[in-house]
C-alpha cells in the first residue's frame, strides 16, 4: 500500500527549509523533470491548470497542489511569492 504523502498549503512553504542536495538520482530524471516544469509553468499560466508537486524539504517528501507562475533556473515561483528549489522536486503532476 502507497503512503501519502502531506499536502501542505503554498503559504506554508515560506517557513520550510531545503538542504542543497539534489533528490533526483540520474540526469536524465533531471531532464524530464525540467520539461515537465517548463510544460506546467506555460499551462499554469494560459489555462490556470493546477498542478501536484511533489518535494522535499529538511524533514521530508510533501505535495502542494498549486499553479506555477513563473520558472528560473534554479527555482518554481509559486502565487503570493511562493519558492520551491527545482533541486528539491521529485514530481510534477498536471490535475
Known amino acids: 500500500?502507497?503512503?501519502?504523502?502531506?499536502?501542505?498549503?503554498?503559504?506554508?512553504?515560506?517557513?520550510?527549509?531545503?538542504?542543497?542536495e539534489e533528490v533526483l538520482k540520474t540526469a536524465d530524471?533531471?531532464?524530464?523533470?525540467?520539461?515537465?516544469?517548463?510544460?506546467?509553468?506555460?499551462?499554469?499560466?494560459?489555462?490556470?491548470?493546477?498542478?501536484?508537486?511533489?518535494f522535499e524539504d529538511r524533514e521530508g517528501s510533501k505535495a502542494v497542489d498549486t499553479t506555477i507562475w513563473a520558472t528560473t533556473d534554479f527555482a518554481i515561483m509559486l502565487k503570493g511569492g511562493a519558492v520551491i528549489p527545482i533541486h528539491r522536486i521529485h514530481s510534477i503532476d498536471l490535475l
Open 1 to 20: 500500500m502507497k503512503r501519502s504523502l502531506p499536502l501542505v498549503e503554498k503559504d506554508s512553504l515560506r517557513k520550510m527549509i531545503f538542504p542543497s
Open 29 to 54: 530524471s533531471a531532464r524530464e523533470r525540467r520539461r515537465l516544469i517548463e510544460r506546467a509553468t506555460i499551462l499554469s499560466n494560459l489555462y490556470h491548470n493546477k498542478v501536484k508537486i511533489v
